[in-house]
C-alpha cells in the first residue's frame, strides 16, 4: 500500500517531474521532425458498379499544418496491374473534403483500391495517405463466361484449365487471348477453338504470392480472374514477442507469438513447447495467426516450438535466449480505462526510469530504484489523452530496458451515437424516418451518414475510423477483424498491441535526435504549364483564361510561356468541365501543355504503392461471382436490339456531344437509365425534370478542341438528392438510399432524417461516422426493406 501510494503522489506531480525529464529536447524535436499526419476517408460503401456515383467525406485527423491542405485527390486503382482508371480532385478546408464521382460504365469488374491524399509533400511523399479497398461488379450480364480450376499436379507442374463460354453456354465463334501472370512471369496463350486452355505452371517453392493471375479477352471486352495454387510445404515465419522485449531468466515471462504461413497469412494452429527436448506445454494461436504463453526459463536449458499444423514443414522454432540479467514487464490488461497496472521483475537492484508516452509526448516521468524480484505498479490515466501510448522503461543511462504498449481509456462499451428508425422493417419505396443524438457525455460532433444495402459492405474491405485512427493508422497494416467489429473487439486489440510494436517510432532514433533532424522539406503540388505558339517557346507573354470554373480568372504568362495555376482558379461545379484557352483574337497556333503535379503523383503512388495487410485476395474463379443480383439491376433491352438498329434516330441519337441525356420518363441525366437504349439527346430550350425540380435545357456547347484545352478542374461538393419514387413506372434500384457528406450533431438533441426506400428489398445499414475535439465517433444500424405485395 506504501508503494502504490508513492506512485500515486509521483504522478500527481508528473507535470513537474516531466520538466526535469532530460530528454524532453529529444521528444520535441522527434515530434516535429517524424510525419504523424493522418487522413481517413468515410465512402458510403464499399461494393460499387459501373456508372454509379462514389460519395464521401474526407476526415484530416492529424497534420502539421491543417491550412496547408487545400485540394483532396482520389483515384480509383485496379489492383491487377496497378493502372489509374479514374482521378478527381475535390475541395478541402478546415480538415474536410467532400465530393462524390461516377464509377466509369466500361470498368472491368474485379478488385480495386480507393486512394486519396492531398496537395501538401513532405520530403517529396504525401503527407497524408489513405487507401480504401473495394470490388466493382457488374450490373449488366458478361458477354462471355469465364472459369479456372486446378485439374493436377504432375512432373512438377500445376496443370490448370481455363474456360471460356459464351453467355448462353455455346462455343464462342473467335478464340479468346488470355494474359497469365504467375511468379511476375507474364505469358500470352489462346483458347483452343471449344474455348479450353490448360496452362502449366511450374511449380515455384517459397512463392510469395501463390495467385495465379489471368486477364481473358474476347473481341472488346475483357476480364479478370485469379486462384491460389496449391503449394509445396515450406517453413512457415515464427516470432516471438516476449513482453518488455526480452525473455529474462528466473522470473516469469508472458510471451506473445505469431505464425504466418509462407505467403504472410497468419496461420491458426497448435504447438508443443519443448524445454530441452521435453514436452512442457501445448499452445495455440487465434484466427489471427497470434497467441501468448508464460514461461519461467532457466539460463542453462533451450526452449523450442514444434508447429502442429499439415501445411508447414515438421521444422523446430528456437525461443530468444534468456538474460541472465535484465528487467521485464507483464500487463494484465493492455486496454485499462483510468489506471494502468503492471508487474516488473527485476534480476537485481537496479535504478530505473519509467515513462508514459507516445513518442510525441511525456505523460509522465519518474526514476525509481528497483529491487530484486517483482514490483507492482499502477499508475493513474487522468491525464493521459486516450489511445495507443508506451511505457518505456530505462536504466540510469536512458538505455532500454523494457517497453511496452497499452490503449488508454479504452471503452468497449460506451455508446457516442445512438440511431433508431421508426420501424424495424419498411416497404419498398416507404418512407424511412431516421433519429441520430449523441449520447450526454459526447462532445458536440460532426459526421457523415450512408444508409446502404448491406451486401455493399463487405467484411473483407472494411475500414471505419475508430478502428483506423486508433489502432491501424499507429500499428500500421493490421488486417480486418474477422467479425467487422475492429476498434470495437477488445480480444483483436490486445493481439495486435502485444505482438505488432511500433512501426513509426524507435526508441534509438529519439535518444539520438538532433535539432537539425527536424528540418522538413514542405511542399505543395499545384498545376503548372507552357503555352507554345507553331511549337516554339514565346518571347514575349500572352494572357490566357478559364471557362467553366466557379470565377472567371485571366493568367499571365512569363515571357518563355511558363504559368502555373492557383486551387483558386480552378475551381468548379460537381461533375462539370474546366477548359483553358489562349484570350484574345490572334489565339491560333498556340499549344497549351499541362503539368498537373497531382494527377502525376495519383499515378506515382499507384505504382509504388503496396498493401501490406498480409492477406491475399480471396479466389476468384469465375467472372460471374462479380455480377450484381437480379433484384439490384435495372432490367434492360438485349443488346441485340441496338446493334440491329444502325439509324438511332427512333431514340432520338442518344446522349449529346456534353453526355447530356433524357429518359423515357422525361428525366435529365438520369442515374436510373444510363446506356438505356430508349434515351434521347435533350433539346435546348425544353424543359425536363432534374433532381425533382423542372429545369430548363439551356443547350450543349462544346468548345473547340483546337483552341481550348480540357483540365482537371477543383470539384466543389453537389447535394445528394432525396427521391420520393412517386412515379410508379420509374424503376429505383439504388444500392445507396442517402447520404449526408456533413451534419453537425449536439448532445442530446435529436436529429431526424428522411428518405425513401427504393425497388432494392433485403437489409440495409446505416453507417455514421463523425468526428469531435477528442476524437471520433462510429455507428452502425440495421433495417429491412420488404417486397411490397
Known sequence: MRKLFFFLFLFILHSSLKAQDPLQHNFAWYKKAINSGSLFVHFDKNVYAGNEQIYFTAYILKAKDLNQHQVLSVALVRDADSTVIKQEKFVAGNGLSFGQFAVPDSIIPGNYHLNAFTNVLLNNQPELFFSQP?????????????NMQFLSKENGFNNVLVSVLSAKNTFLPKPASVIYTYNNKINKAQTSPSGQLILKIPETINQTDPNLYAKVKYLKDSTFIHMPLPQPKGNASVKFYPEGGDLIAGHKNKVGWEVKDLHKRPLSTKAILYQNNIPIDTIETSDYGIGHFFIVPDISSSYQLKLLHSDVKDSLYKLPVPL????????RNALPNDTLKFVANSTHSQKIIIRVHNFKD?????????NKGSTSFSIPLDEVPKGIKAITITDSLERPLAERLFFAHYNKEKEDIHIATDKPSYNTREKITLDLDLAETTLPSFASIACVQENRVETKNKLDIETYAYLQNELENLPVSLNGTGYKNANYAEQFLLVKGWRKYNWDKLTHIKATDTLVKTSNMILNGRATRNNKPLIKPVTLGTMGAATLSIITTQNN???SLNNDQLVMASGKKLYLFVNGKDNTNYDLIIDDEMLNEGIHTSKNWKNQDGMLPSALINNSELLLKANEKIIQLKEVVIKTNKDNTFYGGGPNACGDYVCRYNILNCRNHIGDPANR??????????DGRTTLYTGCSVPDKKTFLEIKGIQEAKEFYVNDYKDPMEPAFFSTLYWNHGIFLKPQEKQQISFYAGDISGRFKVIVQGINAKGVIYKEYTFTVNNKK
Open 561 to 563: 510561356g511558363n504559368f
Open 681 to 690: 439527346a435533350p433539346e435546348q430550350g425544353k424543359s425536363y425534370m432534374l
Open 324 to 331: 541472465k540479467k535484465g528487467l521485464n514487464v507483464i500487463i
Open 362 to 370: 511525456v505523460f509522465a516521468y519518474f526514476p525509481y530504484q528497483v
Open 134 to 146: 473495394v470490388t466493382i461488379k457488374s450490373a449488366l450480364d458478361p458477354n462471355f463466361k469465364v
